[in-house]
């Protein structure tokens, strides 16, 4: 960075607030009131890999690129007209002149205030480089030398692009700043500080939040990745426990009384979101889980940095749990709202924190959101990355989406992207996984071809005996129930009709790789993980819930389904509090509607599931919890 520039920015004042421009945790700034975009001259310092608020919000109104300040200052100075030109260049070599000379009239050297002021920016550059790196001015390097903000090359495959993880701003995007503006009309009293933030948009209906008795510390780690863990304080502790003895109960009173106290408590909020989500009321569940969220955004670590897809979570320790399904429930509420790569960004944040044993099973779910959302080179690269350790090509949703991913590149590009490729990618995919043709037409209600209706290799295999072809089976089903929109447009089943045909003389024949695929479907899938289990659970298509192994419905809960099994720091204190435990009450709701034992409810859980939600529904019908939610403010 040259001196001068440096020194304009210096004497302007506005090296401070342009650092705090800079996107991380501990930046503040006032919602919502309107303020006018201040220029960003920052943005001579580095480039622009994270953008600030502001800057996400002039994306979102007008997709063309800015230019930066300077440039914008050297355009107006060039609109000046032809006589200014001559006047001013010739007062800028008089004061380049007598910036070298000794003032006269005070006697002091203008060379020993150039130097103080070289140290002052010296200094100022010095806590600039230990805060964020060094970074090159843009005029200094070569336009093509410099990374665009979304190269592959200069960003983890998990990383959080930040620009693109906000929700409000790709709703904003898509319909317009003004018809998204949800928080302009607030009024004084409710304009408050509140704390930038990655994934969660704040609220300024939302109580301010102080100490969260949320904390998070980083653990000592070898290699590149950054291990850290989240922590209660004493009196988040106490407070958690009278969150599990509000379970005990099942009252949703007694968790409105904690978040009365408390209105950030995150279990709390999680509980009350799911009891919203099963009446109906979407927008106010994703409300609760949000700040959830947020909770935890404003606690991270100081090195906890999303954008780098390298900070990693262990799902066995009990306080990490609640930030993991947090972040699930978030990804399912933001794809209904129609915000794909929202939806696409939060899915990477959640398989990053655990990439190994994928607590959630985001990978699941990341395919059809990539293809949600156009992101199709990512799609690729995960896929390209991944399928040698994780054998991804096993996975019936990578199977079928990369085959139509092929599918959908010829679609975009016919003469670069031959259709004979997807049409034989979509062959070695059915192949593999025969049985989905079926599945998918059934859940399209498309008609088969007669030929590939006799076709014996396209039925569904009977799986009651062999629990690897029952996981193929729940698998598969999984991923009709969620991407089946995907395959809906009638030259998607046209081509994979003909794919189907293509592959149908390798099952009439003796193909080696035929009877390969069976043998994998037949012996390597023996057993449900507890990832797939939870990701069922959460995901809720009765369909696959219908699929789980026997027992698993029992464990399936809102706070904690299907927990690993390691101890926690609160087992004692359960094991040791006063209230006693009330399973009978949900027996009871069971044997109301004809269930009798709970071993039953896996002959029938979606049955059971369903009158549960009809239950609860009646109950806020008739006014009673309703009716003591709504008296609640969280002030």
């Given at each position: 960075?040259?001196?001068?520039?440096?020194?304009?920015?210096?004497?302007?004042?506005s090296l401070g607030a342009a650092a705090g421009d800079?996107?991380?945790?501990?930046?503040?700034?006032?919602?919502?009131?309107?303020?006018?975009?201040?220029?960003?001259?920052?943005?001579?310092?580095?480039?622009?890999?994270?953008?600030?608020?502001?800057?996400?919000?002039?994306?979102?109104?007008?997709?063309?690129?800015?230019?930066?300040?300077?440039?914008?200052?050297?355009?107006?100075?060039?609109?000046?007209?032809?006589?200014?030109?001559?006047?001013?260049?010739?007062?800028?070599?008089?004061?380049?002149?007598?910036?070298?000379?000794?003032?006269?009239?005070?006697?002091?050297?203008?060379?020993?205030?150039?130097?103080?002021?070289?140290?002052?920016?010296?200094?100022?550059?010095?806590?600039?480089?230990?805060?964020?790196?060094?970074?090159?001015?843009?005029?200094?390097?070569?336009?093509?030398?410099?990374?665009?903000?979304?190269?592959?090359?200069?960003?983890?495959?998990l990383g959080v692009e930040r620009r693109f993880a906000?929700?409000?701003?790709?709703?904003?995007?898509?319909?317009?700043?003004?018809?998204?503006?949800?928080?302009?009309?607030?009024?004084?009293?409710?304009?408050?500080?509140?704390?930038?933030?990655?994934?969660?948009?704040?609220?300024?209906?939302?109580?301010?939040?102080?100490?969260?008795?949320?904390?998070?510390?980083?653990?000592?780690?070898?290699?590149?990745?950054?291990?850290?863990?989240?922590?209660?304080?004493?009196?988040?502790?106490?407070?958690?426990?009278?969150?599990?003895?509000?379970?005990?109960?099942?009252?949703?009173?007694?968790?409105?009384?904690?978040?009365?106290?408390?209105?950030?408590?995150?279990?709390?909020?999680?509980?009350?979101?799911?009891?919203?989500?099963?009446?109906?009321?979407?927008?106010?569940?994703?409300?609760?889980?949000?700040?959830?969220?947020?909770?935890?955004?404003?606690?991270?670590?100081?090195?906890?940095?999303?954008?780098?897809g390298t900070c990693r979570l262990s799902y066995n320790?009990?306080?990490?749990?609640?930030?993991?399904?947090?972040?699930?429930?978030?990804?399912?509420?933001?794809?209904?709202?129609?915000?794909?790569?929202?939806?696409?960004?939060?899915?990477?944040?959640?398989?990053?924190?655990?990439?190994?044993?994928?607590?959630?099973?985001?990978?699941?779910?990341?395919?059809?959101?990539?293809?949600?959302?156009?992101?199709?080179?990512?799609?690729?690269?995960?896929?390209?990355?991944?399928?040698?350790?994780?054998?991804?090509?096993?996975?019936?949703?990578?199977?079928?989406?990369?085959?139509?991913?092929?599918?959908?590149?010829?679609?975009?590009?016919?003469?670069?992207?031959?259709?004979?490729?997807?049409?034989?990618?979509?062959?070695?995919?059915?192949?593999?996984?025969?049985?989905?043709?079926?599945?998918?037409?059934?859940?399209?209600?498309?008609?088969?071809?007669?030929?590939?209706?006799?076709?014996?290799?396209?039925?569904?295999?009977?799986?009651?005996?062999?629990?690897?072809?029952?996981?193929?089976?729940?698998?598969?089903?999984?991923?009709?129930?969620?991407?089946?929109?995907?395959?809906?447009?009638?030259?998607?089943?046209?081509?994979?009709?003909?794919?189907?045909?293509?592959?149908?003389?390798?099952?009439?024949?003796?193909?080696?790789?035929?009877?390969?695929?069976?043998?994998?479907?037949?012996?390597?899938?023996?057993?449900?993980?507890?990832?797939?289990?939870?990701?069922?659970?959460?995901?809720?298509?009765?369909?696959?819930?219908?699929?789980?192994?026997?027992?698993?419905?029992?464990?399936?809960?809102?706070?904690?389904?299907?927990?690993?099994?390691?101890?926690?720091?609160?087992?004692?204190?359960?094991?040791?509090?006063?209230?006693?435990?009330?399973?009978?009450?949900?027996?009871?709701?069971?044997?109301?509607?004809?269930?009798?034992?709970?071993?039953?409810?896996?002959?029938?859980?979606?049955?059971?599931?369903?009158?549960?939600?009809?239950?609860?529904?009646?109950?806020?019908?008739?006014?009673?919890?309703?009716?003591?939610?709504?008296?609640?403010?969280?002030?």
């Amino acid at each position: 960075m040259s001196s001068r520039a440096a020194k304009r920015l210096l004497k302007g004042g506005s090296l401070g607030a342009a650092a705090g421009d800079a996107p991380t945790d501990e930046t503040e700034s006032v919602m919502p009131v309107e303020r006018p975009t201040k220029p960003n001259l920052f943005a001579m310092l580095a480039d622009d890999d994270e953008p600030t608020e502001d800057q996400q919000e002039e994306q979102a109104e007008d997709e063309a690129q800015s230019l930066p300040t300077a440039a914008k200052a050297a355009k107006k100075k060039k609109k000046k007209g032809k006589g200014q030109k001559t006047s001013t260049s010739s007062e800028t070599a008089a004061d380049e002149a007598s910036a070298d000379t000794p003032s006269k009239a005070t006697g002091t050297p203008s060379k020993s205030k150039e130097a103080g002021d070289e140290d002052e920016i010296d200094r100022a550059m010095k806590e600039i480089a230990q805060k964020y790196g060094e970074m090159a001015v843009a005029g200094d390097v070569p336009a093509a030398a410099l990374p665009t903000a979304g190269s592959a090359s200069t960003k983890s495959l998990l990383g959080v692009e930040r620009r693109f993880a906000s929700a409000d701003l790709e709703m904003k995007r898509m319909f317009g700043a003004e018809a998204m503006r949800r928080d302009a009309a607030a009024p004084p009293s409710h304009r408050r500080v509140v704390r930038k933030t990655v994934i969660s948009t704040p609220r300024v209906q939302w109580p301010p939040i102080a100490r969260a008795g949320i904390h998070m510390e980083q653990l000592p780690s070898a290699g590149a990745d950054s291990v850290f863990q989240i922590t209660h304080s004493q009196s988040y502790q106490s407070l958690e426990m009278q969150y599990f003895r509000a379970l005990q109960t099942l009252d949703p009173a007694a968790f409105s009384v904690i978040l009365h106290q408390y209105p950030y408590h995150v279990n709390s909020l999680l509980q009350f979101s799911e009891i919203y989500r099963m009446n109906g009321d979407m927008q106010t569940a994703h409300d609760f889980v949000e700040r959830a969220i947020y909770c935890f955004e404003i606690n991270f670590h100081p090195l906890f940095n999303p954008a780098l897809g390298t900070c990693r979570l262990s799902y066995n320790h009990y306080e990490n749990r609640a930030l993991f399904l947090a972040l699930f429930r978030h990804v399912t509420f933001v794809g209904q709202r129609g915000c794909w790569r929202a939806a696409l960004e939060g899915a990477k944040f959640l398989l990053s924190l655990s990439p190994d044993d994928d607590a959630l099973g985001a990978l699941l779910l990341i395919d059809y959101l990539a293809l949600r959302s156009g992101e199709y080179a990512f799609l690729e690269r995960l896929y390209t990355e991944w399928e040698g350790p994780r054998n991804l090509r096993w996975l019936p949703n990578f199977a079928l989406s990369m085959a139509l991913l092929q599918f959908l590149r010829h679609r975009e590009a016919p003469e670069t992207h031959e259709r004979s490729r997807a049409v034989a990618a979509m062959a070695d995919a059915l192949i593999r996984f025969p049985e989905a043709l079926r599945i998918i037409c059934e859940k399209l209600d498309a008609t088969l071809r007669p030929r590939l209706a006799a076709a014996r290799c396209f039925a569904v295999a009977p799986h009651e005996t062999n629990a690897s072809l029952r996981s193929v089976r729940l698998l598969t089903v999984l991923y009709a129930e969620r991407c089946h929109t995907l395959w809906k447009s009638v030259d998607i089943v046209d081509w994979m009709m003909d794919a189907a045909e293509l592959a149908l003389p390798r099952f009439e024949g003796a193909d080696a790789e035929v009877a390969r695929c069976k043998e994998w479907r037949e012996t390597k899938f023996s057993g449900v993980p507890l990832s797939i289990q939870r990701h069922v659970a959460l995901s809720d298509f009765p369909a696959a819930l219908a699929l789980l192994p026997a027992g698993a419905v029992e464990r399936i809960s809102v706070h904690n389904p299907m927990p690993p099994d390691v101890p926690s720091t609160y087992d004692e204190k359960i094991a040791a509090q006063p209230v006693a435990a009330a399973p009978g009450f949900l027996d009871a709701l069971i044997n109301s509607f004809g269930f009798g034992t709970a071993d039953r409810i896996a002959r029938a859980p979606g049955d059971a599931l369903a009158n549960l939600r009809e239950l609860l529904g009646d109950l806020f019908q008739e006014g009673g919890a309703e009716e003591e939610l709504e008296e609640i403010e969280f002030d």
